[in-house]
């Protein structure tokens, strides 16, 4: 049986290729929702980490994301990375990367978001009782 991080891994790499090999006309789209591609520095080795992500909450320049993991019980590492350093970098719909600044949203804020979230994507509720950890949001916000 395949880990949930292997499987993570897989379609990350695959989602990547799809963007690489149509030269960006593909890939910026997946269930319903804008993906980005995150790029955190790893908290151990200070090397780049880039992860594919949909964003299933936009306001304005500000994009949210959630930490799923695949439902499991650890945080994402890049969950982890960008709470240990929380510029990252981020390329949105093709377009070229840009510093952001990442926040874990907590409180009425999380409550308010996370009920706008699973009510256009049950899916993401679906995740949640998989896991006894309340999933994250983090709000990316342009730097500067």
């Known amino acids: 049986m395949i880990t949930s991080d292997l499987k993570l891994t897989a379609v990350n790499v695959a989602h990547r290729t799809v963007i690489r090999v149509t030269g960006g006309r593909l890939g910026w789209q997946g ?4 993906v980005l ?8 080795t200070g090397e780049p980490r880039v992860t594919m992500l949909t964003s299933p909450l ?4 500000s994009i949210v994301v959630a930490a799923l ?3 499991g019980d650890r945080q994402p590492a890049w969950y982890q990375n ?3 350093t929380p510029q990252v970098r981020v390329r949105w719909a093709g ?4 510093v952001m600044t990442a926040t874990a949203v907590r409180g009425a804020q999380r409550d ?14 679906t995740c949640q009782t998989e ?3 309340e999933l994250p949001l983090v709000l990316l916000e342009p730097a500067g």
Do not use: H, K, N
Not at 58 to 61: K, L, S, T, V
């Open 31 to 34: 269930g319903g929702m804008p």
């Open 37 to 44: 591609e995150l790029t955190t520095i790893g908290r151990r």
């Open 82 to 84: 960008l709470r240990e």
């Open 58 to 61: 936009q306001e304005g320049d």
């Open 112 to 125: 308010d978001m996370w009920t706008i979230i699973t009510e256009q994507f049950p899916d993401y509720a």
């Open 95 to 98: 377009g070229d990367p840009q």
């Open 131 to 133: 896991t006894e950890r």
């Open 69 to 71: 993991g695949s439902g």
